[in-house]
């Protein structure tokens, strides 16, 4: 079975600051990985993703993450974050096999602080 | 592209009354579609997979009789919360799925009074 670790809940970050979004999976088989965001009443965006190629990946708004095979980990990081990107970020993976039955890490809640 | 519209954005309605929501694939075309819910604070919970043509596949605790599924065409499902009580209060979200990957509705905020 697969399963996703969204370590923090919750990360309070200053504007302007860098900051860093752990996700870590449990899978048995390959897998392809996903962040999404979630605004306030809104649905959700798919941030980046990585299906197979180069490990680091570049998303929207500014966002990357970088797959590590070996920790099992998919954390996401932007350099220098805005107001604007307070929200609920899901880490989320599905089985190559199975692309349909996505598993969701329990969200972090972003804050950002002026 | 992968553009899914979720409508309508917010609903109220009288308890006992029947609500139906609509998710769109507006530029692909998705044998696929789900629906979840999510409650406050909480990751969404599959609710059911809608199968273009077929009988939607529910998740286990879901009640098939409350919770109506028709996936008629490659871009329309839709989802009737039917004698909608209380309880049935939630965020609804729909997603298509398109080469591997889910694309979401903007979700659909259901208040029975």
């Known amino acids: 079975a697969q399963s996703v670790t969204q370590l923090d809940s919750q990360v309070p970050v200053f504007e302007e600051a860098p900051v860093e979004l752990r996700c870590n999976y449990s899978?048995?088989?390959?897998?392809?990985l996903f962040w999404y965001v979630q605004y306030p009443n809104q649905g959700l965006q798919l941030l980046l993703k990585y299906l197979s190629g180069s490990t680091l990946v570049k998303g929207i708004n500014g966002f990357e993450a970088e797959f590590n095979k070996s920790q099992t980990s998919f954390h996401l990081r932007k350099p220098s974050v805005h107001i604007s990107d307070t929200a609920e970020y899901f880490c989320?993976?599905?089985?190559?096999?199975?692309?349909?039955?996505?598993?969701f890490g329990s969200g972090t809640r972003l804050s950002i602080r002026p | 592209g992968a553009v899914v519209s979720q409508h309508p954005s917010r609903v109220i309605c009288k308890s006992g009354t029947s609500v139906k929501i609509e998710c769109r694939s507006l530029d692909f075309q998705a044998t696929t579609m789900f629906w979840y819910r999510q409650f406050p604070k909480q990751s969404l919970m599959l609710m059911a997979t809608s199968n273009e043509g077929s009988k939607a596949t529910y998740e286990q605790g879901v009640e098939k009789d409350k919770f109506l599924i028709n996936h008629a065409s490659l871009t329309l499902s839709t989802l009737t919360v039917t004698s909608a009580h209380p309880e049935d209060s939630s965020f609804y979200i729909c997603s298509a799925m398109r080469e591997n990957i889910q694309y979401f509705g903007a979700g659909t905020r259901l208040s029975v009074l």
């Open positions: 989320a993976v599905t089985m190559y096999s199975s692309a349909s039955k996505i598993i």
């Open positions: 899978s048995s088989v390959s897998v392809y």
